[in-house]
């Protein structure tokens, strides 16, 4: 397989990686102006406007936006429908992760200065949230967990989860993941204009705080155009998986580690980094091996020559200042004291720490989110959690002598600034 092969040692490494690492997560003007058009028709005309879409887009045959709501009722026979071997598996899942996002929930907290001043931090969680889940033939369950529960958890009393279900066509897995992470209401509609109405609210769904959950470009782009009304949580790019190895780990592993990205798309992004030339080797031989087996072969092929690559580092420090350039959204350390080494990693959505930790783990029931920054936004970016439906206030309660002080401050600073309302406001507190 031809997989571009790229060295430390080279003249044009740096400029190399970054030609590997550009994605353009812009959308063309074509799908501006049709998200555009899409938004602003839903925001006019709303529950008309989202059947009218959903019939046209989705090929379904709705009247009215009561047939395109899924009952609570039709949420639990999913649950009970489905294997025992997979509603044990939800459960387990979404156990794990409630107990991580339960580590994470912001707390208030105050505290009172000697003239009695109170000054401190309320955290209130948000009223209401909307999920996007891609649904049709797409299975993503393990979605509706990782966004739904640490909204929950953070104390969302409603939260509003959208699915497309092209010509009727449902996936009980998430209908039952809905029901166990405690969804509220569900929707059968889905693209730019399920985007809109959670942004702008209709006559039949409420506006939300707040849309989460991946999708396709025009999901992407309406989420990104709606951002100012509502809060989003990423404009995320391709999947990407980043495995720094110091050659001791079984060349099997690391290669299926490498496909486990491959396979979600031909845009996704799968690249390994160690100093040991000969593993690097073994790897590629892994790889022309177990692809023969994969049902999803052709994908994982197209992905891995167009951008994936193997880099050959000088010694570990080489290799970890190269992670933390990427700041990839999956960081394998298949390395001897991960722990240690993870410590010198400041950049990457999640860390998966040594030989024994598939990055797949992550993306099911590890615990910790699989919603994380990707196309090297993780410099600046942290992955989704309770704290993203959260939101703080800050709490000031002077006291008269509190007033007085800070009133000649502020007073000084404003008169500064030309602002003599300000000024004069806190100085009618100032005591004589």
């Not at 590997?20 to 006019?44: E, H, P, R, Y």
Request: proline share 4%.
């Amino acid at each position: 397989m031809n997989i571009q092969k790229l060295n430390t040692n080279d003249n044009d490494f740096w400029s190399a990686l970054d030609e590997l690492l550009a994605w353009d997560s812009v959308s063309d003007q074509s799908v501006f102006d049709t998200v555009n058009g899409i938004l602003m028709d839903v925001k006019k005309r709303g529950d008309e406007a989202v059947i009218d879409y959903t019939n046209q887009f989705d090929h379904m045959d709705a009247s009215s936006m009561q047939e395109l709501e899924i009952p609570s009722e039709r949420l639990q026979q999913a649950l009970e429908n489905i294997s025992t071997e997979q509603r044990e598996a939800l459960e387990k899942a979404a156990e794990r992760v409630k107990r991580y996002a339960e580590h994470q929930k912001l707390e208030s907290w105050s505290y009172t200065e000697a003239d009695g001043t109170v000054l401190g931090q309320q955290v209130s969680p948000l009223d209401r949230a909307g999920l996007y889940v891609p649904g049709g033939k797409a299975a993503y369950p393990s979605s509706v967990l990782m966004n739904a529960i640490p909204a929950k958890v953070a104390g969302v009393p409603e939260l509003i989860m959208v699915v497309p279900t092209p010509a009727g066509e449902v996936n009980e897995l998430v209908f039952a993941a809905a029901a166990i992470a405690g969804v509220d209401r569900v929707f059968a509609i889905g693209g730019a204009q399920a985007v809109a109405a959670l942004a702008y609210g209709t006559e039949t769904i409420p506006q939300v705080d707040k849309v989460v959950g991946p999708g396709n470009i025009y999901v992407a782009t309406a989420k990104r155009m709606v951002y100012g009304t509502v809060g989003i949580d990423m404009i995320a790019g391709p999947s990407e998986i980043l495995v720094v190895c110091d050659g001791k780990t079984n060349p099997d592993w690391i290669a299926m580690d490498l496909f486990s990205q491959a396979e979600h798309d031909e845009d996704a992004q799968s690249i390994l980094v160690s100093p040991d030339a000969n593993f690097i080797e073994q790897v590629l031989n892994s790889i022309e091996k177990l692809i023969k087996d994969m049902p999803r072969a052709e994908i994982i092929r197209a992905s891995l020559q167009a951008r994936g690559a193997l880099i050959q580092a000088n010694d570990m420090n080489d290799a970890v200042k190269i992670a933390n350039y990427i700041a990839p959204e999956h960081l394998e350390l298949s390395v001897e004291n991960a722990e240690e080494v993870a410590k010198q990693i400041r950049h990457a959505g999640a860390i998966f720490m040594g030989r024994y930790t598939a990055e797949a783990l992550g993306d099911y029931c590890a615990g910790p989110n699989h919603v994380l920054p990707t196309s090297r936004t993780a410099r600046f970016s942290s992955p989704l959690g309770v704290y993203d439906f959260q939101k703080r206030s800050s709490l000031i309660g002077c006291s008269a002598d509190g007033a007085s002080e800070l009133g000649k401050i502020a007073s000084v600073l404003a008169h500064g600034e030309g602002l003599t309302a300000h000024a004069r406001s806190a100085e009618y507190r100032i005591k004589e």
